[in-house]
């Protein structure tokens, strides 16, 4: 039973995410119209609640009624059918309703609906480009992810059920006592009115005040990640002091959230005490006065005081639900200005997948920014023909790397175009063009997962065998036998921690080249590839490294001159313009940037295999 309500929603839906509104109505439909059928029924559910428990409140008084005037000889002969309904209601269909409300809620809604916005959100968020990452606490993007869903969800829900509930409810309570005394619903009126005025002075202030909150706890919780993520940096600073502060204010800013949402609470808490209290007094005063002059029967009274129990009861429920409503409103109107961020980098309207058969790439007339007026890439044209190895030489902020981010789409062209094999990257879809090509960095980063995922990332098909074999051509193989995580996993079990961090940086780096090597792409970027590496690990790869660029397009950028020197072309940048191409013999024995470059690193007496980093 409770199986086939857990599968009436599909919380990982196969479509496309698309982009989220950006206005809190239109945000909160985005995510609930696939299971709007399951909420409306919930609804219905909560409406025939009410009814139902308002109509066994009309049933107390009328028993009064009875047993105060009735012969206990005919009393089952008159009123039997009238007390079979109430207790088909009471035993039947009230209990039915409540179990399809309980099931329908926390079976179907509760976990899967969440979990849908998660999974929209989150293959949304992934398909960002490299510059939203770039701006943002990678802690705060899941934070507010997280409670971004529970705020829909809660939002929705309380909505949809709790204010149907209240609204019947106090409709059909004042409908039962405006039958049995007209006097006795003047009270009610006017303690509605005042509730009412309750809310609506004090609900929206804790909303600002809970948008302030989760705004303030996504700050507070991304500065926490931040050191942990960088706890080695914190240690080699001996800075764990700083962070306590920087984590402190934080936690100073968030706490000075709390207290005023809490005085709110408690004047809230205060008023409302005041006005069930007055709402009591009223009621069972005017019931008396009316009893007296026989306008009201006893039955009437016991409806009424009960009533007034039951609405005590439930004010401060629904006034917390309704805060709740608010709190929540407030956490997901701050999630959605990061959730419907627009996409800065998209593919085009029917992009194709890119097909690369000999890997020629055209930089044609390109310009690039970030964003700015100028400083960077200004009308830099460079072709590479197929199975050319190209080096990028230059300084520190050249362009080399920039040039690469293009290639690959972490960021759009401000004019110009690249093309790959006669085909605008623009056009293609993203995936396909990173697919073609593989990638090498300076700074590796790896999965907080298993060797052999981390190595099979480049072909996640690959079987066991593919993965040792990739290992092995990028001398990887020996050191893996040997890991052992906390867990007691080995070898290619071995999970690598947060980032790679339990590797050292030339681990991080065979690693990184092993997954390339399954890759096998027809384009290669290399990217300060063997930068991490030693002198003799470098040396006992590098016949690999020849063998993987073999047939392939290849673009290496490198600050160790000598790792590239022997390459086809090598292309010197500076300030985004190229100035100088040609081969390493042609380039050193001139007088340009490139000879002065490598001047430096031989300093005229270092061989070039020992030559030191430019910068």
Same mark, same amino acid.
């Given at each position: 039973m409770f199986s086939w309500f857990e599968n009436r929603i599909d919380p990982f839906p196969a479509e496309t995410p698309a982009q989220p509104p950006s206005t809190l109505v239109a945000f909160c439909w985005h995510y609930t119209k696939d299971i709007w059928p399951w909420l409306a029924l919930i609804s219905v559910l909560t409406a025939a609640i009410s009814i139902f428990q308002v109509l066994l409140f009309s049933f107390l008084g009328n028993i009064v009624d009875w047993l105060a005037g009735a012969d206990p000889s005919t009393f089952l002969a008159t009123e039997g059918w009238r007390l079979f309904w109430m207790a088909f209601v009471l035993l039947v269909a009230l209990p039915v309703c409540s179990a399809l409300h309980t099931l329908l809620m926390h079976q179907t809604v509760f976990g899967n609906y969440p979990m849908l916005i998660r999974w929209k959100a989150h293959r949304y968020l992934l398909g960002q480009s490299f510059s939203f990452y770039q701006d943002e606490f990678a802690g705060r993007v899941a934070t507010k992810m997280m409670q971004t869903a529970l705020g829909v969800r809660e939002t929705v829900t309380k909505i949809l059920d709790v204010l149907v509930y209240v609204v019947v409810y106090f409709a059909g309570a004042l409908v039962l006592v405006a039958t049995l005394d007209l006097w006795m619903m003047l009270p009610f009126i006017a303690w509605l009115c005042v509730y009412v005025l309750l809310l609506r002075n004090f609900l929206p202030r804790m909303r600002r005040i809970s948008e302030i909150q989760s705004n303030a706890r996504s700050t507070m919780t991304g500065r926490v990640v931040d050191s942990y993520t960088n706890i080695m940096t914190v240690k080699l600073f001996a800075h764990s002091r700083r962070e306590e502060a920087y984590a402190r204010d934080a936690m100073d800013e968030f706490l000075d959230t709390v207290h005023p949402q809490m005085r709110l609470a408690s004047s809230l808490n205060m008023l409302l005490d005041i006005s069930n209290i007055l709402l009591l007094f009223s009621v069972a005063g005017l019931g008396i006065w009316s009893w007296a002059g026989g306008a009201a029967s006893?039955?009437?009274?016991?409806? &009424?005081?009960?009533?007034?129990?039951?609405?005590?009861?439930?004010?401060?429920?629904?006034?917390?639900?309704?805060?709740?409503?608010?709190?929540?409103?407030?956490?997901?109107?701050?999630?959605?200005?990061? =959730?419907?961020?627009?996409?800065?980098?998209?593919?085009?309207?029917?992009?194709?997948?890119?097909?690369?058969?000999?890997?020629? *790439?055209?930089?044609?007339?390109?310009?690039?920014?970030?964003?700015?007026?100028?400083?960077?890439?200004?009308?830099?044209?460079?072709?590479?023909?197929?199975?050319?190895?190209?080096?990028?030489?230059?300084?520190?902020?050249?362009?080399?790397?920039?040039?690469?981010?293009?290639?690959?789409?972490?960021?759009?062209?401000?004019?110009?175009?690249? =093309?790959?094999?006669?085909?605008?990257? &623009?056009?293609?879809?993203?995936?396909?063009?990173?697919?073609?090509?593989?990638?090498?960095?300076?700074?590796?980063?790896?999965?907080?997962?298993?060797?052999?995922?981390?190595?099979?990332?480049?072909?996640?098909?690959?079987?066991?065998?593919?993965?040792?074999?990739?290992?092995?051509?990028?001398?990887?193989?020996?050191?893996?036998?040997?890991?052992?995580?906390?867990?007691?996993?080995?070898?290619?079990?071995?999970?690598?921690?947060?980032?790679?961090?339990?590797?050292?940086?030339?681990?991080?780096?065979?690693?990184?080249?092993?997954?390339?090597?399954?890759?096998?792409?027809?384009?290669?970027?290399?990217?300060?590839?063997?930068?991490?590496?030693?002198?003799?690990?470098?040396?006992?790869?590098?016949?690999?490294?020849?063998?993987?660029?073999?047939?392939?397009?290849? *673009?290496?950028?490198?600050?160790?001159?000598?790792?590239?020197?022997?390459?086809?072309?090598?292309?010197?940048?500076?300030?985004?313009?190229?100035?100088?191409?040609?081969?390493?013999?042609? =380039?050193?024995?001139?007088?340009?940037?490139?000879?002065?470059?490598?001047?430096?690193?031989?300093?005229?007496?270092?061989?070039?295999?020992?030559?030191?980093?430019?910068?």
């Open positions: 006893v039955g009437a009274i016991a409806v &009424a005081v009960g009533v007034v129990f039951r609405l005590e009861g439930m004010s401060h429920w629904v006034m917390w639900e309704m805060a709740s409503v608010f709190e929540n409103l407030g956490m997901a109107e701050d999630g959605m200005g990061m =959730l419907s961020r627009a996409r800065a980098v998209q593919d085009a309207p029917g992009a194709k997948s890119l097909s690369v058969d000999k890997g020629r *790439i055209d930089f044609e007339a390109i310009r690039f920014h970030y964003g700015k007026e100028g400083g960077v890439i200004e009308d830099l044209s460079l072709t590479v023909q197929p199975g050319e190895k190209v080096g990028l030489v230059g300084r520190s902020g050249a362009g080399k790397s920039t040039l690469m981010n293009l290639l690959l789409r972490l960021y759009d062209l401000e004019g110009g175009r690249i =093309l790959v094999d006669g085909q605008d990257i &623009a056009g293609v879809t993203q995936d396909s063009l990173r697919s073609q090509i593989g990638v090498v960095t300076q700074d590796t980063s790896l999965l907080h997962r298993s060797v052999r995922d981390n190595i099979a990332y480049g072909m996640p098909d690959a079987t066991d065998a593919e993965v040792v074999a990739a290992a092995k051509r990028a001398n990887a193989h020996d050191y893996i036998l040997d890991l052992v995580d906390p867990q007691g996993r080995t070898g290619y079990d071995a999970h690598v921690g947060e980032r790679g961090v339990k590797l050292s940086g030339g681990q991080r780096q065979r690693i990184a080249i092993a997954r390339v090597f399954l890759k096998n792409a027809p384009i290669l970027v290399l990217d300060e590839a063997t930068s991490a590496l030693d002198s003799e690990v470098e040396a006992a790869i590098q016949d690999n490294l020849n063998a993987l660029m073999e047939g392939k397009t290849v *673009i290496a950028i490198a600050h160790r001159l000598s790792t590239i020197s022997s390459l086809d072309r090598l292309v010197v940048l500076d300030k985004g313009a190229i100035v100088e191409e040609g081969t390493h013999e042609t =380039l050193s024995s001139s007088d340009g940037l490139y000879a002065q470059l490598w001047a430096r690193q031989s300093g005229g007496f270092i061989d070039a295999g020992e030559a030191v980093a430019a910068e």
